[in-house]
């Protein structure tokens, strides 16, 4: 997000994305449990560092998991003046209750979104995640009908998400989507690799190269 933030990590994703560099947030179970003032507490102690750009972005794992959570910490931050950001794949979206009251009230208190969309082509979504990406795109649609803004994050990577094809079509989704006052292309890059080997979890994209800088200037 932007200028310098505090980050904090939440547990869990029901997603299994191919080249994530942070596979130890993948189980809900782990993690460490805190109260949301005693994060906010924590965030606090650094808000110098801020500067007038910067503040507090949770991540994953996937935030929407524990949404009640970073509703109940924005709200608190919100009341110290800190910006406040969700990054998120918006994978657990849905219009049905009690999720979407409950997104309305964090959207209360969240200034920005980094929104993943892994992939435009639903079949190739599957094979890159393990899932659809249908909630994914219903929810950049909900943000836009509800005025909220968003970043768009798109991971370039070789063989799975460079197609011509597959850009362009996402080109034309985001395009429609008011949300979005911002994308990144993010290279895919092999550092989460140290992390599969220490959990004896296999690493699928063995031998998948970053992208040159030439694509990802094209993309």
């Excluded at 965030?43 to 929407?64: A, D, I, M, Q």
Aim: charged share 25%; hydrophobic share 35%.
């Amino acid at each position: 997000g932007p200028g310098i933030r505090f980050v904090v990590f939440m547990q869990g994703c029901p997603m299994r994305c191919l080249y994530c560099h942070n596979p130890d947030t993948q189980s809900v179970a782990g993690g460490t449990e805190y109260e949301a003032k005693d994060v906010a507490e924590r965030v606090l102690k650094y808000r110098n560092y801020f500067g007038e750009e910067g503040g507090v972005t949770v991540s994953g794992g996937e935030p929407l998991l524990q949404i009640g959570f970073v509703t109940e910490l924005f709200a608190l931050l919100k009341k110290e003046g800190i910006s406040t950001c969700v990054d998120t794949s918006g994978i657990v979206f849905t219009r049905g209750e009690p999720f979407l009251s409950s997104l309305d009230e964090l959207l209360k208190v969240t200034d920005l979104f980094l929104l993943d969309i892994k992939q435009i082509d639903e079949g190739k979504h599957k094979v890159l995640t393990g899932q659809s990406n249908r909630p994914i795109l219903e929810f950049a649609r909900y943000l836009s009908e509800k005025g909220a803004k968003a970043w768009l994050r798109y991971v370039l990577v070789p063989g799975y998400t460079d197609d011509e094809e597959d850009v362009s079509g996402l080109c034309d989704f985001v395009k429609n989507q008011r949300c979005f006052v911002k994308a990144e292309v993010l290279p895919y890059h092999t550092m989460g690799i140290v992390k599969y080997r220490s959990l004896g979890i296999p690493y699928r994209l063995e031998g998948v190269e970053p992208p040159s800088k030439e694509s990802v200037k094209h993309v």
